[in-house]
């Protein structure tokens, strides 16, 4: 009987490690489920849009300065206020929102990168598949995936860990480049269609 139980408890514990190590995978392939299936409610559980949204506006512009932390009042005063001053409050953000359509997370687990922000919710196509990630960064409490595209680019998304077993994406790393321009609608109308 005491044998019975050592195996059992030698397997809880097999199973939870693997479960343990497996989680971010899993949450990866559940982020590209969702976003397939237009899962809004799964991707919310799945994504800390707040952090994602706050990582991806430095890579939206076209400043390299953005991309480097803020200098601190205390540090490096006379650059701290001379940032203040470079800031164009008229310039318009960029818009991050395009790569958090479910569809556009879909993309960027299949390594698309900047180009996700082309997927709409209407024009879409789900793509069966796509490339396994690989990991670049493996810690207790943090997880970097990297999925390359065609070309070599690689999205990095990184999972941040908010339970035992729960991941969520906190971070997306866009491939070097500049973002193309968004499609603009057609005003003609569609082929084969008659008024009446």
Do not use: C
């Amino acid at each position: 009987m005491s044998k019975l139980l050592f195996n059992l408890v030698l397997t809880a514990i097999i199973v939870a490690v693997i479960a343990f190590f497996a989680a971010p995978g899993v949450a990866f392939f559940a982020i590209r489920s969702a976003g397939d299936s237009n899962d809004v409610a799964a991707l919310a559980k799945l994504v800390d849009f707040g952090a994602v949204r706050a990582s991806l506006r430095p890579q939206m512009g076209g400043d390299p300065r953005a991309l480097a932390p803020a200098p601190s009042f205390i540090e490096d005063p006379i650059g701290a206020v001379r940032r203040q001053f470079d800031q164009n409050p008229a310039a318009r953000p960029p818009d991050v929102d395009a790569y958090l359509t479910p569809h556009a997370l879909a993309a960027l687990t299949r390594g698309e990168g900047r180009l996700a922000s082309q997927r709409s919710a209407e024009g879409a196509e789900a793509s069966k598949g796509g490339p396994w990630p690989s990991p670049v960064y493996w810690g207790v409490n943090s997880v970097r995936l990297a999925v390359a595209d065609e070309g070599g680019s690689r999205t990095v998304l990184t999972f941040a860990r908010k339970g035992p077993f729960e991941w969520k994406l906190v971070h997306i790393g866009l491939p070097d480049g500049v973002a193309p321009p968004a499609p603009r609608p057609s005003l003609a109308a569609p082929s084969g269609k008659t008024g009446g």
